[in-house]
């Protein structure tokens, strides 16, 4: 046995001690068994907390969830490197263009506001 498996052995023996209850699922990024102490699902090998979901829908809503404050920072620097551009853009067709995609993004970033409340 290498040193990883016997350190994760003695990570769930040590959790079996405290009263955890060994799932029959495995480890979605290792295998190794799952372990249940309490309300959490913890595996021992990766040394993590696993968020086991019921459905689907569940996955997704939580995936979304995990990429809203990368899309609001993203939408953040698009506008200030828009606003950039628009203070050095002097011909007013582009300018009306830029000035139509900055409410685009505004209009975005309030709706990604929204989602979190």
């Given at each position: 046995?290498?040193?990883?498996?016997?350190?994760?052995?003695?990570?769930?023996?040590?959790?079996?001690?405290?009263?955890?209850?060994?799932?029959?699922?495995?480890?979605?990024?290792?295998?190794?068994?799952?372990?249940?102490?309490?309300?959490?699902?913890?595996?021992?090998?990766?040394?993590?907390?696993?968020?086991v979901?019921?459905?689907?829908?569940?996955?997704?809503?939580?995936?979304?969830?995990?990429?809203?404050?990368?899309?609001?920072?993203?939408?953040?620097?698009?506008?200030?490197?828009?606003?950039?551009?628009?203070?050095?853009?002097?011909?007013?067709?582009a300018?009306?263009?830029?000035?139509?995609?900055?409410?685009?993004?505004?209009?975005?970033?309030?709706?990604?506001?929204?989602?979190?409340?």
């Amino acid at each position: 046995m290498t040193k990883r498996n016997d350190a994760s052995i003695k990570k769930m023996a040590d959790l079996l001690r405290k009263g955890a209850t060994m799932l029959a699922q495995g480890c979605p990024q290792c295998g190794s068994p799952l372990m249940k102490m309490g309300d959490d699902v913890y595996c021992a090998t990766c040394d993590r907390r696993i968020v086991v979901m019921d459905s689907q829908e569940q996955v997704a809503s939580q995936t979304l969830k995990a990429l809203i404050p990368e899309l609001h920072e993203t939408l953040r620097k698009k506008l200030k490197t828009l606003s950039e551009v628009i203070e050095a853009e002097n011909d007013t067709e582009a300018l009306t263009k830029l000035a139509n995609l900055m409410v685009l993004l505004l209009q975005s970033l309030e709706q990604l506001g929204s989602m979190t409340n």
